[in-house]
């Protein structure tokens, strides 16, 4: 299922006529995890809301699989889609249980009483949030951070083909926030969709393979998250200077955002496409370690997608251990061997290392 956005404007009434979103177009294909980015004030929370058609663009759409939004029924719409806003403490008549269980309405008629199908989903989905010991008591009882958990199980019970997610780390501590992205990764694995606004690039270019940057001035970027998410954007979006880094763990070399100082340069027109990304090239052997056989087929469409930058393969099961072991030479910009690298790094049961050769190469063009 892809969901899509044509040609998007749109501006609120009493703005004069100011686009606040112009001509935004992209697309967000099965198993995509899209980041959302830019300053406050920027209209990521209104994009998300024109997305799903609860503003009305003032021209372009909303499609799914072609078919504009609003002329999809709600029941067959929020069969397919779930929307998870920033926790409000305005559902404190309800149990926790009872919020969560809320989240498989479109399964069931107003008159009928949830099966025992749907109460296994939703007891599933609570433990796997750390929410059981949570189940009987009032949702205006617990902290705004768990209040956030619990309407993430809410739409996860409706197990939704494209999961669409306001601030989901917002009022979380770090274990939460693991939890919660990792919960993401594992949702876009097996072919769901995510689309999550956030405040934080770390989580950006460690988790989603696009990004949309958006900046006050109604500038945007979309693209592959490396493309995306660099020195200068972040600068150009945030008036941050910053520094993207990278901190190896014994089984991925994950990047980080370090920000610096306050600059001058915020709301400028101009953020860098990728035509103007000027990368250097590299060898480099991707070493994969798997455990899991049925994550071939992910590991090869992959590979396939760089195969013009592929240049040795080996691959060789080691049956004693019960493991596969994958060496992949590439020839490639450093940004395409990072994103490879990246996104192998969250598929389940693989572990990825690049090793680089320190023969220096003239810069290319991505």
Known sequence: MILSVENGCFSYKNSKDKLLLEDINFSVEPGDLLAILGPNGAGKTTLLRCIMGFLKWSSGKSTLDGENIRNIPNKKLWNNIAYVPQAKSTVAAYTVEEMVLLGRSSHFSMLSLPKEEDLKIVHKVMEEMNLTRYAHKKCSQ???????????????????????????????????????????????????????????????????????????SGEYLFGE?????????????????????????????????????????????????????????????????????????????????????????????????????????????????????????????????????QVKFEKEKA
């Open 225 to 357: 998250t490396r493309e995306v998410i660099t020195e200068k954007n972040i600068e150009k979006a945030f008036g941050v200077k910053a520094v993207i880094g990278e901190i190896e763990t014994p089984s991925n070399i994950l990047k980080d955002v370090i920000p610096l100082e306050i600059t001058q340069t915020s709301d400028i027109n101009a953020l860098l496409s990728k035509d103007e990304l000027s990368t250097e090239r590299k060898v480099a052997v991707v070493s994969i370690i798997t455990d899991h056989s049925d994550v071939s087929e992910k590991i090869n469409k992959l590979l396939g997608k760089n195969k013009k930058y592929i240049i040795g393969r080996m691959g060789m099961p080691y049956e004693d251990r019960g493991i596969s072991i994958i060496n992949v030479t590439l020839d490639a910009p450093e940004y395409v061997i990072q994103t490879l690298v990246s996104q192998l790094g969250f598929l389940s049961g693989v572990s990825v290392k690049a090793i680089y050769s």
């Open 142 to 216: 617990i902290s705004g951070g768990e209040l956030q958990m619990v309407l993430i199980a809410k739409a996860l019970v409706s197990e939704p083909k494209i999961l669409i997610l306001d601030e989901p780390e917002s009022n979380l501590d770090f274990k939460n926030q693991l939890l919660i992205l990792d919960t993401i990764t594992k949702l876009t694995n097996k072919g769901i969709s995510c689309i999550f606004n956030t405040h934080y690039p770390t989580h950006a270019l460690q988790r989603a393979n696009k990004a949309f940057l958006l900046s006050k």
